[in-house]
């Protein structure tokens, strides 16, 4: 149990001693908890309140009350019986809701508060709960001497930091020193997405507002879609449904869901196997996964199955089988030499201030070695920002974005190409995903918008990414049996190349807002891509996962330090690719 303790810890690259972990052992006896879920529970709490400490003997008192809180809450929830009648409420009664802090809570993520702080309404004109933000209230602008004047903020500490441009990760491990000079200065790579048009993203549309039977049928066509691969993979002539009564072995096909009576997560006594309308008219049953030594689960998967039903109420599954993962994209590269690419994610402040310290660093990076490319994805304006959440901004949102553009497109280089990929977390924009790109007034001819996720095609070499963290998300949803020293992160990455999709996590996590038709355009993987960039919160690596270079260079802030970066060069000829990588400490 210790070992997997700290497996779990290390996938977010913390070490604790052993004390630590002996006390994370008792809390995972006392309260019957698996080490991953006690993980998750200690990144959650941290990351609101600690403001990403590492666990020790004194704060892991305060995170076993919380703990036990939140354990406590949750049951308290499933064992509450239903009302007689539900309750309707109106735009009144959702504004009387609000102003009770403990409930939201229970929602949302808490906002860190100092000791003996009072509750206060926040600045006058700027709304205390965003959740409520556009439900029919209405708010006066403010112009900027309106808020209250900046406070310094933690800068300090990122310019005193001693480890920067540390490289943490070389991919190949064992090449040597890369010339980051850039060749053939006048020419530039021709950049262009891949797939779907962005348009339907760009024009004005009604996001989350579908229907119920459209999000069905999205849902429907993913599982149509993967389960004609894998009849292939499996060479059979159909499936059979879930729910019939059957003793021999049968092939059937799904989604895997949770049963939301035996568990707020997915557990092997809640894995529900969600049939097609077709074959099994929809229904649900439950699976019985005691046969398999090895598995791996999380919501929204479509999977086929084999096994038998013999009650005709619950499957015993003898083997699983994921949807192939297609070939890597076969094209012509035309490269006129080296290709060198830079790559960051935001967000580009301290949590706790607005002065883009970590942003001017990589600028002047990016300027001392001029790479042909660089891509700079969101959030730009973090809506996790403390003096964000707080309304303590010298400027509107828009107008803080605006001023970072002016000043990226002032001070990179003219002859350095520049992509620029948008977070759902950008408070000044739209808050759903796929995020459409910026507007592209203004802009200077280097700089290119596109949305979250895309593909990308630079002169044949084809890049996937997203701003997303997608494997965060997957990391506490996923369940798992793996033989000892598996790759979990590989493993991760593998879903979503398995899936064909950026985002196959259904339901998301509670602080996406995905809309599902749109998605069905723009957040497919139908390829396996030259490269693929997934920054997250989990720790940075650089990865072949079956023949695509995987790269995670975390965050350009990580806490309140430095985090880091990834360059890459690209050599290729005809069909074929070669790609040496970095990540980078800013």
Not at 197 to 218: G, I
Request: charge should be negative; include cysteine; glycine fraction near 6%.
């Amino acid at each position: 149990m210790e070992e997997h303790l700290l497996n779990e810890f290390e996938e977010f690259g913390l070490t604790p001693n052993k004390k630590v972990l002996e006390k994370c052992i008792e809390l995972l006896i006392k309260y019957e908890i698996t080490p991953d879920t006690l993980v998750n529970h200690w990144i959650g709490y941290t990351a609101t309140k600690l403001q990403d400490e590492a666990p020790s003997l004194e704060n892991l008192i305060s995170f076993e009350k919380d703990l036990c809180r939140e354990l406590s809450s949750k049951t308290k929830v499933k064992s509450e019986p239903l009302g007689e009648s539900p309750v309707i409420h109106n735009i009144t009664t959702i504004t009387q809701i609000a102003e009770d802090d403990e409930l939201l809570v229970g929602y949302g993520t808490p906002v860190r508060k100092s000791v003996g702080a009072k509750r206060t309404s926040g600045l006058e004109g700027t709304p205390q709960n965003k959740r409520l933000a556009g439900l029919g209230q209405s708010y006066p602008v403010h112009s900027p001497s309106t808020f209250s004047p900046s406070t310094p903020g933690t800068a300090s500490k990122f310019s005193t930091r001693n480890n920067a441009g540390e490289v943490v990760v070389k991919y190949p491990a064992d090449d040597g020193v890369i010339n980051w000079t850039r060749s053939n200065e006048k020419w530039e790579p021709n950049i262009q997405v891949h797939g779907t048009a962005e348009t339907k993203l760009t024009a004005k549309y009604n996001y989350m507002f579908s229907r119920l039977k459209d999000k069905f049928d999205v849902l429907e066509e993913q599982i149509n879609d993967l389960g004609d691969l894998m009849k292939r993979k499996l060479a059979v002539d159909d499936f059979e449904p879930n729910n019939i009564l059957k003793s021999d072995s049968f092939h059937s096909v799904g989604r895997i869901c949770c049963d939301a009576t035996s568990g707020s997560r997915l557990n092997t006594s809640s894995l529900l196997l969600e049939g097609t309308r077709n074959t099994a008219s929809g229904q649900s049953v439950p699976l019985d996964v005691s046969q398999l030594k090895e598995f791996s689960f999380f919501p929204g998967q479509v999977i086929a199955i084999e096994g038998s039903n013999p009650t005709g109420k619950k499957m015993v599954v003898t083997s699983i089988t994921s949807p192939p993962i297609n070939p890597v994209f076969k094209t012509d590269i035309f490269l006129e030499g080296p290709l060198n690419v830079m790559v960051t994610c935001g967000p580009f402040t301290l949590p706790d201030d607005l002065e883009f310290a970590p942003l001017v660093e990589f600028i002047q990076q990016v300027n001392s070695i001029l790479p042909h490319l660089v891509i700079l994805m969101g959030p730009f304006v973090d809506v996790k920002n403390k003096k964000v959440e707080n309304g303590d901004l010298d400027y509107s949102y828009q107008e803080q974005f605006d001023i970072v553009m002016k000043e990226l497109q002032s001070k990179i280089s003219d002859s350095v190409q520049v992509c620029i990929i948008p977070s759902w977390r950008d408070v000044h924009y739209r808050a759903v995903y796929p995020t459409p790109p910026f507007p592209q007034e203004n802009k200077a001819p280097n700089f290119h918008f596109f949305s979250d996720p895309c593909v990308l095609n630079v002169n044949g070499v084809f890049i996937a990414l997203t701003s997303t963290d997608i494997l965060f998300h997957l990391s506490k949803e996923e369940i798992a049996v793996a033989p000892h020293g598996s790759d979990r992160l590989g493993r991760l990455v593998s879903h979503l190349l398995s899936q064909q999709s950026f985002y196959p996590l259904n339901p998301p996590s509670e602080e996406m807002s995905i809309d599902l038709e749109q998605a069905e355009d723009h957040c497919k993987l139908s390829f396996t891509p030259h490269l693929l960039f997934v920054p997250s919160d989990l720790r940075h690596f650089i990865k072949n996962v079956n023949g695509c270079v995987v790269v995670n260079m975390e965050r350009a802030v990580k806490g309140f330090c430095g985090g880091t970066y990834s360059r890459l060069q690209i050599n290729g000829e005809a069909s074929s690719v070669q790609i040496k990588a970095e990540v980078v400490r800013l």
